[in-house]
């Protein structure tokens, strides 16, 4: 019988995972479906439950519903947890486990796909909010030299250096306190990027041969690779790649086969 997988969000209509994991299962020889599903925003449990009543094996969770995926995971990974949320569940005869696959897939996309090693390389992190939360563990099991979080709200990135001292050090600060910091590596977690606006950028930020990452996608050449271009950044790219990557790693999860994602990227490039 084919197994059923799906993606759960409220919108959902412009999900490319329905895409994605079709080209998966084509590469990977794989018997499944794949749908999306718009969820409630106030019957998400409810409508996991008749997803998994009917046969589904697995789901991937989407905005709004991440926070509330983990709450449901009865087996939740350690990178779920300090990520704060989930985004993709499997169900086991005995619960639900849970997991947040898209720090790995920003390592895979970077460290990977372009070739980009993170071990021994100095990186800041835009952002505090629950994009910048899902990535600072996967980062820092990488063994970065600095692993720097700048944030208008300092606060804000000082809780998460509390969260995360038991994994490693994280430098925090505010925008301009990283004025010539050098680094190799600036992801951009902010929002930022989802509309017109600049961040700004302090001068002196990117070290020689840096690589500029924004974690949106889909918006061509965004603000902020346009900024770090100007100011120096070698290269650039959006999270598209990591898009592919994080759904891979929910493909392994559920079927034990890692997917090739650069075919997958390609087609979705119209490459």
């Not at 600072?136 to 809780?159: C, F, Q, T, W, Y």
């Amino acid at each position: 019988m084919t197994d059923r997988y799906a993606v759960i969000g409220n919108p959902i209509a412009h999900s490319k995972s329905p895409a994605i994991h079709a080209a998966f299962a084509r590469q990977c020889g794989q018997d499944l479906t794949y749908e999306a599903i718009l969820g409630p925003l106030d019957g998400f449990r409810a409508a996991v439950a008749a997803f998994r009543h009917s046969g589904g094996r697995g789901m991937n969770v989407t905005v709004p519903f991440k926070l509330e995926a983990l709450e449901l995971a009865d087996k939740p990974t350690e990178r779920a947890r300090q990520a704060g949320a989930a985004n993709t569940l499997r169900f086991d005869a005995d619960g639900i486990f849970g997991d947040n696959t898209d720090g790995i897939g920003l390592v895979r996309d970077i460290r990977d796909r372009l070739g980009f090693p993170l071990c021994d390389r100095r990186i800041l992190i835009l952002g505090a909010g629950g994009a910048a939360r899902g990535v600072v563990l996967p980062l820092l099991e990488e063994s970065p030299a600095l692993l720097a979080i700048a944030n208008r709200s300092v606060d804000k990135a000082a809780a998460l250096k509390t969260q995360f001292a038991p994994f490693g050090e994280l430098l925090v600060g505010g925008f301009g306190d990283f004025a010539g910091g050098g680094f190799d590596l600036v992801i951009n977690a902010t929002s930022a990027s989802l509309g017109t606006q600049s961040l700004q950028l302090p001068a002196g930020l990117f070290a020689a041969g840096a690589l500029a990452y924004d974690m949106v996608y889909g918006k061509g050449e965004t603000p902020f690779l346009r900024d770090a271009r100007a100011q120096g950044a070698a290269r650039g790219a959006d999270g598209l790649g990591m898009l592919v990557a994080q759904a891979a790693e929910s493909f392994f999860l559920w079927r034990g086969v890692r997917p090739d994602t650069e075919s997958v990227l390609a087609l979705l490039q119209g490459g």
